[in-house]
């Protein structure tokens, strides 16, 4: 605990701050706001102030291995893992210029990571071996309508041959009736047309496959634009080559080109600390969400296509055993939708989106059954139209299967928000959404972190869309779920809006990273600069007392349904213990991050046993910190535990 200054010291201390107030009075306000930020600088790092708020500090991220994070993942080495691939930086994209960094916050240490493709917004989730499954990511940057310089559009490449399927690289040429040219944009495979037995006699009907890919005018110009379903041949073809393989398409033109998708998938291995290249995935995605299903696969849902659409329901799912993709259950969701698992073939989407799709489809909250493709809503939620950048959590504990949903705002850039909360009780026989208590202000992307003392920590957002009019929100508080009410904490220094991320940490403090204003002042007239400082906050119940001890046991193998053994030298002053999932969060989405409650079974004065819960869908197979809380609600720094 911080030495407690001396009467006399405080007294200086306070007539110091005295002092410049007085100043100001007979100088200058400038004088006087030097004075108040003195006093406040003064006031937040008194031992009393600490107990009841907690604690801001920034942490010494050196310049070399500091970047635009996009994501945040912690890992089961301790590790956090970076990522910013090219950062929302077009000059980044175009020059291959991709960014990971590994901080370990223990040691204060940092490690730039190869990163093998351009994982901006790509989606990502802890698998059960420890790895970190990341899919998608971007194949090209938007470009606003009156910037675009090429006519393009999609292209269906069609195949006729039965016998031979094609890939065509990134740069093929398809020419016009016209003799206008147009290149692709990436590179395209074309399987082989599929024979369909039609009778007796050999004979099979031969229906031509097909692949969409983008093309950009050779030349730039009007000269470009069609409107008219069309047939291209493509550039280097012959004979029945040229016969069977062609493109067609129905709309190039100048209007604004969004974002698009990749199909690349990689794992990232936290002990080698590199990504390794797995299979792909059918549809390319560019702000997907990837949710852990109760067998330990992976399911992907959404994102931005390879020609800027928002995929139209076309799910899959990703197998860690054979790293390859399957199809999944039809379904549309906006992009980056939020999706908790909450039972062995049930998805509960809360409505919190990152947004990109129309503001009339598949914005309600609801339960997805897997099993049958059905959807029941979830009706109950108070302004249902302020969904996007808003903020889902599992509150804890688990077992209560309850999801509350936080702030958000508006489609697309709308000046809505709203400080509206809403908790869903998953675990009653019709679910229904009830009112929470409202958040400090009208919030767009809050982070919320699930803490091991069972409240959950939210801090930063905006209420402005990407921090407009310089509205980004100086507060943080805790929400306690036992209480329904949110209890404040110390204000963070550093605003936070659109592109931020929050995690907690094994020693149980909460690291925040990022921020991407469009502006940098009230006026909007400057532009924003991305924010790359990492602000750490250490609660208030590291300021009551000594942490419980906590050992890492011999062996970190745990079993669900099995009971296990913990060594703690205050085993009788422990009064709950709790099993925290590693968070996994970018666009302040993360429904990785849960906690289960265990069961204590056996108490000695060096020992408590506890049973893991034999439930594969509140426990999914994976990593986890465990935790002890004492009575005084301070909490150990955790141990790693892998659950089969």
Not at 89 to 114: E, H, R
Not at 226 to 243: H, P, S, V
Not at 318 to 329: I, M, R
Not at 616 to 635: E, F, Q
């Amino acid at each position: 605990m911080a030495k407690r200054p001396s009467r006399l010291t405080t007294r200086k201390t306070l007539l110091a701050a005295g002092a410049a107030v007085a100043l100001a009075v007979l100088n200058a306000p400038a004088v006087a706001g030097f004075a108040q930020h003195a006093y406040h600088h003064y006031e937040i790092n008194q031992p009393e102030y600490k107990s009841k708020y907690g604690h801001w500090t920034l942490a010494a991220l050196p310049k070399k291995y500091q970047l635009n994070s996009i994501h945040a993942i912690l890992l089961h080495t301790g590790k956090v893992l970076l990522i910013a691939g090219s950062g929302n930086n077009v000059k980044q994209f175009d020059g291959g210029v991709f960014k990971s960094t590994l901080w370990d916050p223990a040691a204060d240490t940092f490690k730039k990571i190869d990163t093998p493709a351009d994982l901006f917004c790509a989606g990502h989730t802890q698998l059960p071996d420890g790895k970190i499954l990341i899919a998608g990511g971007t194949a090209r940057y938007e470009v606003l309508k009156g910037d675009v310089t090429r006519a393009g559009g999609a292209m269906l490449v069609k195949n006729e041959d039965p016998d031979h399927a094609r890939t065509f690289p990134k740069g093929t040429v398809f020419r016009s009736p016209a003799g206008v040219a147009y290149r692709s944009q990436v590179t395209v495979h074309v399987p082989a047309a599929k024979k369909t037995p039609t009778g007796r006699g050999g004979n099979v009907t031969v229906t031509a496959s097909e692949a969409r890919v983008f093309v950009e005018a050779a030349e730039q110009g009007p000269l470009g634009i069609t409107n008219t379903t069309e047939q291209y041949e493509i550039q280097g073809l012959k004979g029945k080559d040229a016969n069977n393989l062609y493109g067609i398409a129905n709309k190039l033109g100048l209007d604004k080109k969004d974002f698009q998708g990749i199909k690349d998938a990689y794992e990232f291995d936290p002990v080698t600390e590199t990504y390794t290249k797995v299979g792909s995935m059918s549809e390319a995605r560019w702000y997907p969400s990837l949710t852990t299903l109760a067998d330990g696969r992976v399911l992907a849902t959404s994102g931005l296509d390879d020609i800027g659409q928002v995929v139209p329901g076309k799910n899959e799912i990703y197998d860690p055993k054979t790293k390859t993709w399957s199809k999944a259950p039809t379904r549309y969701f906006p992009t980056y939708p939020s999706l908790f698992l909450t039972d062995r073939k049930k998805i509960f989407y809360s409505g919190s989106n990152a947004g990109y799709g129309p503001a009339d489809k598949g914005r309600k909250p609801g339960l997805w059954d897997l099993t049958t493709n059905t959807f029941t809503p979830v009706p109950g939620l108070g302004d249902p139209d302020t969904l996007e950048t808003s903020s889902s959590v599992l509150l804890p504990p688990a077992q209560d299967k309850k999801v509350m949903v936080l702030g958000g705002g508006g489609v697309g850039e709308s000046r809505t928000a709203t400080s509206r909360t809403a908790i869903a009780d998953l675990g009653a026989a019709h679910p229904v959404f009830t009112p929470g208590p409202r958040l400090p202000a009208n919030t767009r992307y809050l982070n919320s972190v699930i803490m091991p003392d069972d409240t959950v920590f939210t801090t930063g957002g905006s209420s402005g869309y990407r921090g407009k009019g310089a509205s980004d929100l100086l507060k943080a508080q805790f929400y306690d779920p036992a209480t329904n009410t949110f209890i404040p904490a110390a204000d963070p220094t550093i605003g936070r809006n659109y592109h931020t991320e929050a995690l907690l940490l094994p020693d149980g403090r909460v690291a925040v990273f990022g921020s991407d204003p469009l502006f940098s002042d009230q006026a909007d007239s400057r532009p924003g600069h991305f924010e790359q400082r990492v602000e750490v906050f250490s609660p208030p119940y590291l300021f009551h007392g000594k942490q419980p001890d906590l050992q890492q046991p011999d062996s970190t193998e745990a079993k669900r349904g099995d009971e296990i053994t913990l060594r703690t030298e205050d085993a009788s002053r422990i009064s709950r213990i709790r099993l925290l999932h590693p968070g996994s969060t970018t666009h302040v989405t993360d429904f990785d991050q849960r906690s289960i409650a265990l069961d204590i079974t056996h108490r000695t004065n060096g020992s408590l046993t506890v049973r893991v819960p034999d439930d594969s869908s509140l426990v999914p197979a994976g990593w986890y910190m465990a935790a002890v809380t004492d009575r005084k609600g301070i909490p150990s720094k955790t141990v790693w535990l892998h659950v089969h």
